[in-house]
């Protein structure tokens, strides 16, 4: 599975953002995507996941502010930011779980929350 993630950007605090993710290839195979984030000199995090049934989770610093949706006909998967912080700021990135829990990843698009 081929992942290409869009819509970073610079913004300012409390604006909003649209991130999108394509996926191309053996797309039959996810059972899980999500979105993850990478900030400067931390370690990547995980933001948001939606299940194959379409449940949702999110991490305690986004719930209420973002959301995760899929369009699964477009292969597409998105993350609706909206409140946005400066600690916000990051590389995020899409990833998608295939059988034999296989992660796969997106090249990042990075976010900068300015205050």
């Known amino acids: 599975v081929q992942l290409q993630a869009s819509g970073g950007g610079l913004v300012q605090t409390g604006g909003s953002l649209r991130l999108s993710c394509a996926a191309s290839g053996r797309t039959s195979g996810i059972i899980s995507r999500a979105w993850f984030r990478q900030a400067p000199g931390q370690e990547r995090e995980s933001v948001a996941r939606?299940?194959?049934?379409?449940?949702?989770y999110y991490a305690d610093s986004v719930k209420g502010r973002f959301s995760i949706s899929r369009d699964i006909r477009k292969n597409a998967l998105y993350l609706q930011m909206n409140n946005l912080k400066p600690e916000d700021t990051a590389v995020y990135y899409c990833?998608?779980?295939?059988?034999?829990?296989?992660?796969?990843w997106g090249q990042g698009t990075l976010v900068t929350v300015s205050s």
């Open positions: 990833s998608v779980r295939t059988a034999g829990s296989i992660d796969h």
């Open positions: 939606i299940s194959g049934g379409g449940v949702t």
